[in-house]
């Protein structure tokens, strides 16, 4: 079995919002695994090819603007902004907790992570779960995909 089969999995939202309540630094990553990301620890500019310093992530940790605002609401938006990664990547592509150190910003403005620690997978309940409750909210909110054809 190998390191990134033996990760804990966050299988619901309230366990990743606990995790997100409880620590700074973390990043959700989808990708095919911390296995095959850390041989380099590089994302490339899907446009130009360019190696970048660090693996494209977005952050997890709770802005001071939220508030007092539900901290599950604030980590089901930061799945559901990017869960159509699954879609449109590799189809084993997966999300999966890390924490790390900003390295500095992709071209899409994302924070490029370096000094990873893998923490463990996000579970296919706790996507399930963030599509919910952001279905629920009230205003029209949507992935950052906005024209998936999928």
């Known amino acids: 079995m190998s390191n990134a089969e033996s990760m804990p999995v ?51 940790d709770i802005e001071e603007w939220w508030g007092e605002r539900p901290v599950r609401i604030w980590v089901a938006r930061r799945l559901y902004d990017y869960s159509h990664l699954q879609r449109v990547r590799h189809h084993l592509t997966r999300p999966w907790v890390l924490h790390g150190s900003e390295a500095g910003r992709g071209p899409d403005n994302e924070p490029l992570v370096h000094r990873v620690e893998p923490l463990g997978w996000i579970g296919p309940r706790a996507i399930t779960e963030a599509d919910e409750v952001i279905t629920h909210q009230p205003g029209p909110w949507g992935p950052m995909l906005r024209n998936d054809s999928a």
């Open 10 to 60: 966050f299988g619901t939202l309230d366990a990743l919002a606990e995790l997100v309540a409880s620590r700074r630094g973390l990043y959700v990553r989808w990708s095919l695994g911390p296995e095959l990301d850390l041989q380099s620890v590089c994302s490339r500019d899907a446009l130009t090819g360019v190696p970048l310093p660090g693996l494209s992530a977005n952050a997890l």
